[in-house]
């Protein structure tokens, strides 16, 4: 027996249940509703803002790198390069996964687990809830190379010998994180169990 | 209504609805509220989720490790994190130095965030739940102040970074590493201990008792 069934809401920050569906949590003051109140809507305009904001966030320069030997700029997969041709495979691998890995199977994910919900695909209901797991657990992770950006700016600065500089693709990117961050909120693991 | 209440005001069928049963947050079945003793654990008859957990000395563990994190914040925030040197000029940065760096090259949104990010959420986070534990372990009243707390700190946990801008730290070090003399600071080791006592903090905490804890004032 589901609680909507019985006209029963759960707040969505305490928990507790209400049969009040939409007036705001007897408890905690907190917002109820039967299901997220436009939820694959929201999903879905999060996660576009989260796809074309990735586009300049991996085309532009996300670090600007002036030495003696001239000025370099660097996008996220020619940092990734660099650190392979440094030696360094575990940092690479690490940044690799964070900030292209990570984003681009989470924009899959989300697409397939709302496109599941929208023209009820058949696909196992315990699967679906673990991968929106995942991506509510991993997707903050890709802000990483946000702060690496920030911090080898910050520390390298000497003078004439070398400079690093944020370059504007970060500003994407960041955006990209945070909108697909927002966009896995938004999606109610209740509707996967609906169609039963 | 909006928030407006005065404690007290929950109807009795709602506290008799709430004391016999439960729904599970992810698949909304409504299943009898089990007993819980301390340390056990709930799960969804349907799906498998977990249910609700009672966790064990909760708020004396997440008062002690978050007066800890307030310690070792003020380290990581005020000293010197790393110091690098190469061919003679040197120079050091603090955390907030690595936001205004950003603000200083005209990304002021960015700067904004990620003041936000890894500096004031953590902060706001460690206080609230200062705040809760406190209130459950001297078994204060609990009313709208209370609620509200726990629900900015409920969604404040996603947005608190410390962890990520610490990985993003030691990534920074390796990329620089073989170029420049690295030498750490005391606000690293603070940053490290941060990272730690937030992380213990975070699964000392328990959101279903706090919450119970507010059910139970009614």
Redesign the interface.
């Known amino acids: ?6 006209g ?1 809401a ?1 707040c969505m ?7 009040r569906p939409g ?2 949590c ?5 917002p109820t509703a039967l299901r997220k109140r436009n939820s694959l809507q929201r999903v879905w305009a999060f996660w576009l803002a989260g796809v074309i904001a990735y586009i300049p966030g991996n085309l532009y320069p996300i670090m600007v790198t002036e030495s003696l030997a001239g000025t370099s700029a660097s996008t996220i997969m020619g940092g990734v390069i660099s ?1 392979i041709h ?1 030696h ?1 495979y575990s ?1 690479a691998f ?2 690799f996964f964070a900030s292209v890995l990570v984003p681009v199977t989470k924009f899959a994910i989300i697409a397939w687990l709302a496109l599941t919900i929208q023209f009820d695909w058949p696909a196992d ?2 699967r679906r ?1 673990e991968a929106h797991e995942v991506i ?1 657990f991993i997707g ?2 890709s ?6 950006v ?10 004439g ?2 400079t690093i ?2 370059g ?1 693709g ?2 994407a990117f ?1 955006l990209s994180v ?1 909108f697909t ?1 927002l966009s896995a ?1 938004s999606f109610d ?2 509707r ?3 169609t039963r | ?3 407006v ?1 005065s404690v007290g ?3 009795a ?2 506290r008799a ?2 004391a016999r ?3 599970c ?6 299943l009898q509220r089990p007993s819980l003793r301390e340390g056990q654990q709930a799960r969804c008859t ?4 977990p249910l ?1 957990a009672r966790k064990r000395s909760h708020a004396e563990r997440t008062l002690a490790l978050m007066i800890a994190s307030l310690v070792v914040y003020a380290v990581a925030v005020m000293y010197p994190f ?1 110091r ?1 040197e ?2 003679g ?1 040197s ?1 050091q ?1 603090s955390v907030i ?6 603000w200083r ?1 005209g ?1 002021h ?2 700067a904004l ?2 003041a936000l ?2 500096l004031l959420f953590p902060l706001m986070r460690i206080l609230l739940l200062c705040g809760l534990a406190f209130a459950v372990y001297l078994k204060q009243e609990a009313g ?1 102040a209370f ?2 707390v ?2 900015l700190a ?1 969604a404040l946990e ?2 608190s ?1 410390v962890d ?2 610490m ?3 030691i ?2 070090l ?3 590493g ?3 003399d690295i030498e750490l600071g005391a606000a690293f080791w603070g940053m490290t201990a941060l990272v730690l006592f937030l992380t213990m903090g975070a699964s000392a905490a328990c959101r ?1 008792s706090t ?1 119970q804890y ?2 139970d004032r ?1």
């Open positions: 027996m589901r609680a909507i069934d019985q029963i759960r920050a305490c928990g507790s249940l209400t049969d007036e705001p007897a408890y905690c003051g907190g650190l440094h360094s940092v690490v940044v209901e315990h809830v509510e903050r992770w802000m990483i190379d946000v702060f690496v920030a911090a080898l700016a910050a520390l390298i600065q000497v003078g010998l070398m500089s944020p504007i970060i500003n960041a945070m961050m909120m693991s209740r996967i169990w609906d | 209504m909006g928030d209440r005001s929950v109807p069928h709602l609805l709430n049963w439960v729904a947050g992810t698949c909304d079945a409504l349907h799906c498998g989720s609700f790393i690098m190469r061919s000029i120079n940065i130095d690595s936001v205004s760096v950003l090259n990304m949104l960015l965030a990620s990010l890894i709208l609620a509200r726990a629900r409920q996603p947005w970074m990520i801008f990985l993003g730290i990534v920074s390796v990329k620089v073989k170029m420049v279903d919450w507010l059910r009614f």
